[in-house]
């Protein structure tokens, strides 16, 4: 990825991330009110006080998931991503005026502060653990009878930056 195409990318990761809350949040809504209510959806758990952690960890609750779950681990990684994404400014290794590869620092951890993060490699990572996580969430959606006909019926029909695929 050059820095020039940084823009779309980090489009894509956060449009996909809204994705996954909005799966999580009509599961929560499904559990707790037998219905996905998208009032509940948007007055509770769009408070800017319900932070993805905590509808994380109700998720975790009314699955009976624990913490190193391997869809309990993707989620926390999968936020950390995107908000590397969408709140740190990339730093240009080259000359700037050069469409080079971005990367970012790692301010979260100090005894990290001056590691740096291909965003390539972030993008990469977060759509390869992307559509598992959908899957996932997908099935549990299924399983308590929502269907959602707006959002790609089948993570399959995702091409490589996760967008639906459609077909006639």
């Known amino acids: 990825m050059k820095n020039s195409e940084l823009a779309f990318h980090r489009g894509v990761l956060i449009s996909h991330f809204s994705r996954i809350e909005i799966l999580i949040n009509s599961l929560i809504s499904q559990h707790y009110l037998k219905k996905v209510s998208f009032d509940f959806i948007i007055n509770v758990l769009g408070n800017e006080q319900v932070t993805f952690a905590f509808r994380r960890d109700i998720l975790k609750h009314i699955k009976n998931l624990k913490d190193n779950d391997e869809l309990i681990h993707n989620l926390r990684k999968l936020c950390l991503i995107r908000n590397i994404f969408a709140h ?3 730093t240009i290794k080259e000359k700037p005026w050069i ?5 970012f620092k790692n301010p979260k951890y100090p005894q990290q502060k001056n590691k740096e993060f291909s965003a390539q490699e ?6 390869q653990k992307y559509p598992l996580v959908v899957k996932i969430l997908f099935d549990y959606l299924t399983a308590s009878g929502v269907t959602l006909s707006n959002m790609p019926d089948q993570p399959s029909n995702l091409d490589k930056h996760g ?3 459609k077909t006639n």
Request: proline share 6%; aromatic share 18%.
């Open 88 to 90: 740190q400014m990339e």
């Open 99 to 103: 469409d080079s590869e971005p990367y």
């Open 122 to 127: 972030l993008y990469d990572e977060f759509m």
């Open 163 to 165: 967008m639906e695929i």
